[in-house]
């Protein structure tokens, strides 16, 4: 089981870039790396995915080392609507194994003004 | 609406009662899942849905909790003579084709259930 560990909480202030790193050793071969942010009383809002380098999108880019262990969400200029709970998830969508699909607990942003 | 939707919003129920909780995927998507997430948590998996077949059923916690999917749409949790830790957000959440690693998982809103 790809397990991964996160910082629980972060604080950043608007306009300011946030770097949130997941660490998940035992990434395996056919692994994806995929990130998700919940507001309260919501589900889970999938935002980024990757496998390996640097994948950008209009929210976010996410940073993947050669070794895959860890990898970094950059959030750019952060704004007060990016307090959430970002969720780094590691592993394929469909295993045929018994191995469950597991999300960490998160590590909570609070932007401030 | 086009996204995952789940029915009820909120349950509250007596301890002993059973539940069903109701989830309909984004149509398309041939693979549905099942999480739990309790106050202040993350993710708990349950079960998973390839159409109609669940092929992992390892987080399911009791064999009070049980799930069904028909027609490769809608999915149904049932909990059986509900506990007070079984008080929680169930999550479901589907993707374009479970069999597909690379596929992002698109969630409802949950069922906050509460039991007395």
């Known amino acids: 089981l790809a397990k991964t560990t996160q910082p629980i909480s972060m604080d950043s202030y608007e306009g300011q870039e946030v770097n949130i790193t997941c660490s998940h050793n035992?990434?395996?071969?056919?692994?994806?790396i995929t990130w998700y942010q919940q507001f309260p009383s919501q589900g889970p809002r999938f935002i980024i995915q990757?496998?390996?380098t640097k994948v950008t999108n209009e929210v976010a880019s996410l940073f993947i080392p050669a070794d895959r262990k860890s990898s970094t969400l950059s959030l750019p200029r952060v704004s007060l609507s990016d307090t959430a709970v970002y969720y780094c998830?590691?592993?394929?969508?469909?295993?045929?194994?018994?191995?469950?699909?597991?999300f960490g607990s998160g590590t909570r942003l609070q932007v401030q003004p | 609406g086009a996204g995952v939707s789940q029915s009820p919003s909120n349950k509250v129920t007596e301890k002993g009662k059973d539940v069903e909780l109701r989830c309909d995927p984004i149509s398309g998507h041939t693979a549905l899942y099942w999480y739990r997430q309790s106050l202040g948590q993350g993710l708990e998996f349950l079960i998973y849905?390839?159409?109609?077949?669940?092929?992992?059923k390892s987080g399911l916690p009791s064999d009070r909790f049980s799930a069904e999917r028909t027609g490769g749409s809608v999915s149904t949790l049932t909990i059986q003579r509900t506990q007070q830790e079984d008080s929680a957000v169930y999550l479901c959440?589907?993707?374009?084709?479970?069999?597909?690693?690379?596929?992002?998982?698109?969630f409802g809103d949950g069922t906050r259930l509460s039991i007395l």
């Open positions: 849905f390839q159409g109609n077949s669940a092929p992992d």
């Open positions: 990757g496998y390996k």
């Open positions: 998830l590691v592993g394929p969508i469909m295993d045929t194994g018994r191995r469950a699909l597991t």
């Open positions: 035992n990434i395996a071969t056919n692994d994806y």
């Open positions: 959440a589907s993707s374009l084709d479970g069999l597909a690693a690379n596929q992002p998982q698109h």
